[in-house]
């Protein structure tokens, strides 16, 4: 009969002391013999008749190792279940160098979740912030909109100058060789943007179409091919057109540029659009406001080994993300002290939240229907093309780790909710051209 002992050796950290009946062991002992003996082909015996002593002296270690293995299989989640604990983190196995006489044990080292009692909401004190659109702000999204919506119209015998488009194809050379990728044809360029090496476009203001250029330049030392940082380089280049910017007269044209009837349709879109960011941007302040006057009111110790766990999945979405946007995560950033005390106090704040939300959700009993669910996903549709919108909602119904994603964060979204509802705030206000400069400031 399996037998369960647990030890406390702290608050959250528990010893599970398995032990099972040698009787257990030597049934499945037995039973891999048997198994073995039938399958060996060993010199002097006839397949399936080698006797069991021959087959425990050959292949003594991997029957062992085979029984140990299915004896865990079999018990470990029960034992932890029986423990009555809730790893927080997967335990941790351990087994003695030698098995005490007449039985077969091993231990589980435990970590749980802290358990805390959760200050009265009430005594929460923030501001509840609520992010306004102005007409200014609807104002400064028609004049981007003004100033990025251009045109370009090809005019012939056109001189260029900065900001005109240029067509070219072009060839470049290394020490009179073409290099790979050095090459392009119908190449729409911008005069001063800067996407080619510098002193590329610098060297075609002034031409027009027809014209053949021979651009010399230089790579930058730090050019991400290696192979070509720092060489000079030569583009034979053939100038096919010269086209002007052109920009909207007004907004009314403007609008029709966008594909809008006229001016107030475009303004409507901005404000719709602007109305959403800043309903986002009131959620998202004050529930910042809300967690960090939660953390503040709850004091808690969060055990070594969880924490390390977190710090450790912490950097590893840190090092996908970069490498997801191009960049290159080297070990020397991961080794910087500055760098793994954001991680750790980053990783110690999510693991102290997820336990005091969760306090709370259990306390208030707050739940989440399906319903919820499907009006979100819903919502994330709309994000794709109308005749797509069924066609995601399926795709990411399949997605186990990104429908969990989904669920804690309108969980989380709800206990923020009741926080807010509970507590004693202060309502500010606060444009959302202040709020973008706030964020902006802080990145």
């Not at 060996?40 to 050959?58: E, H, N, S, W």
């Not at 360029?189 to 080619?196: R, V």
Request: glycine letters at 6%.
């Amino acid at each position: 009969m399996i037998q369960i002992n647990v030890k406390q050796l702290s608050d959250n950290e528990h010893q599970v002391h398995v032990t099972l009946p040698q009787s257990e062991y030597d049934r499945v002992y037995a039973e891999h013999t048997n198994k073995l003996s039938g399958q060996a082909k060993l010199p002097g015996f006839r397949p399936g008749k080698t006797p069991a002593k021959v087959i425990k002296k050959q292949f003594g270690p991997k029957l062992h190792e085979d029984t140990v293995s299915e004896l865990l299989q079999a018990h470990y989640v029960g034992a932890i279940e029986s423990s009555g604990l809730a790893p927080a983190i997967q335990p941790e196995l351990s087994m003695p160098a030698v098995q005490p006489d007449g039985e077969f044990t091993f231990i589980l080292n435990v970590v749980t979740w802290p358990k805390v009692d959760v200050e009265k909401l009430s005594k929460l004190k923030f501001d509840e912030v609520t992010v306004n659109v102005e007409d200014a702000d609807v104002d400064a999204v028609v004049e981007r909109l003004q100033k990025s919506q251009v045109k370009y119209d090809v005019e012939d015998g056109r001189v260029a100058e900065n900001g005109d488009q240029v067509t070219i194809d072009f060839v470049g050379f290394v020490d009179n060789e073409a290099f790979d990728g050095g090459d392009g044809e119908e190449h729409a360029l911008i005069l001063g943007s800067g996407q080619f090496i510098p002193g590329f476009e610098e060297q075609l203001v002034g031409s027009k179409a027809g014209d053949h250029i021979t651009v010399n330049v230089s790579f930058p030392e730090a050019y991400q091919a290696a192979h070509l940082a720092g060489k000079e380089a030569r583009f034979e280049t053939d100038v096919k057109s010269v086209a002007k910017p052109e920009t909207a007269e007004d907004d009314d044209a403007l609008a029709k540029m966008l594909g809008f009837d006229d001016a107030a349709a475009l303004r409507a879109d901005a404000q719709e659009r602007l109305d959403k960011e800043a309903k986002e941007a009131s959620f998202q302040v004050t529930r910042d406001a809300a967690l960090d006057a939660l953390l503040a009111a709850n004091v808690m110790t969060i055990p070594g080994r969880l924490l390390e766990e977190e710090i450790k999945n912490t950097t590893q979405r840190v090092m996908q993300n970069m490498q997801q946007q191009g960049m290159e995560a080297n070990n020397e950033m991961f080794a910087d002290e500055a760098f793994k005390k954001e991680v750790r106090e980053r990783a110690e704040r999510s693991l102290k939240l997820s336990v005091l939300i969760q306090a709370v959700r259990e306390k208030a009993e707050i739940e989440l229907d399906e319903t919820a669910v499907e009006e979100e996903l819903e919502l994330m549709s709309k994000q794709h093309p109308a005749e797509q919108h069924d066609q995601f909602i399926a795709w990411i119904k399949d997605q186990k780790e990104q429908m969990a994603g989904i669920r804690d964060r309108l969980l989380e979204q709800r206990c923020v909710t009741h926080i807010v509802a509970e507590a004693k705030t202060k309502s500010v206000s606060k444009a959302l051209s202040e709020w973008q400069k706030e964020r902006d400031d802080q990145a």
